[in-house]
């Protein structure tokens, strides 16, 4: 099975500043058909999670473009150029491209 | 708007069965592939099973196979989620997926004696 790793684990930020999470993966998440089936996910506590990115880079509909994500092959990275209130949450990695499709761990963030 | 509502979960013994029910409203269900995912408590989110459009591919995760039994039925625009031989390790809030990108709200499934 495909292993993704996030760092960090916990992410105590600064409202204002930016925020960093990465996500490696144990092999290639390049698909035969060429696409990278690679997202991020966000979940506010006592909500359902909520897709942020798909295809490695995709902002999905409605995700405040304070978020990035990019990365390829192998290593992933979300961004946030200046963390909100409402950015607290966990995070989490996904891919798609090899069965069984396998989450990070979560990563945290908090103010 | 697409609205995936889940329900059937509940409380049942170690050893036990439950059916998850997901009805999906405002997109052409039988054009997409639909999945479960589960968070179990203090735990991060899984991947449980997928079933392609027409029903005719289902993959599972390795600690459900043989256990669980996903299916679909079109015609109502509803997904299933059949669970047997439940242990204390499948408590967690269920998720219906479309995509990756709609999620329902959840519904909870405890297996406790």
């Known amino acids: 099975d495909v292993v993704l790793t996030q760092s960090p684990l916990s992410l105590p930020v600064t409202l204002g500043q930016p925020a960093s999470i990465s996500c490696r993966s144990s092999q290639s998440l390049v698909h035969s058909d060429g696409n990278t089936h690679f997202n991020w996910f966000q979940q506010r506590p006592g909500q359902s999670p909520r897709r942020l990115f798909y295809k490695a880079s995709n902002r999905d509909s409605g995700v405040p473009d304070r978020f990035s994500a990019s990365g390829s092959g192998t290593d992933f990275t979300l961004q946030i150029s200046r963390v909100e209130a409402e950015d607290v949450g966990v995070y989490y990695c996904?891919?798609?491209?090899?069965?069984?499709?396998?989450f990070g761990q979560g990563t945290k963030l908090e103010i | 708007e697409v609205q995936l509502v889940e329900s059937g979960g509940g409380l049942v013994q170690p050893g036990g069965s439950l059916r998850l029910f997901c009805a999906a409203s405002g997109f052409t269900f039988s054009n997409y592939w639909m999945s479960w995912l589960r968070r179990a408590p203090g735990k991060g989110l899984e991947w449980v099973a997928t079933i392609k459009e027409d029903g005719s591919e289902e993959y599972y995760v390795d600690s459900v196979k043989g256990r669980f039994t996903i299916s679909r039925d079109n015609a109502r625009n509803s997904l299933h989620l059949q669970m047997n031989s439940l242990r204390a390790e499948d408590t967690a809030v269920y998720y219906c997926v479309r995509n990756g990108q709609n999620w329902g709200q959840g519904t909870l499934v405890m297996v406790s004696s």
């Open positions: 996904m891919q798609a491209t090899h069965w069984p499709h396998t």
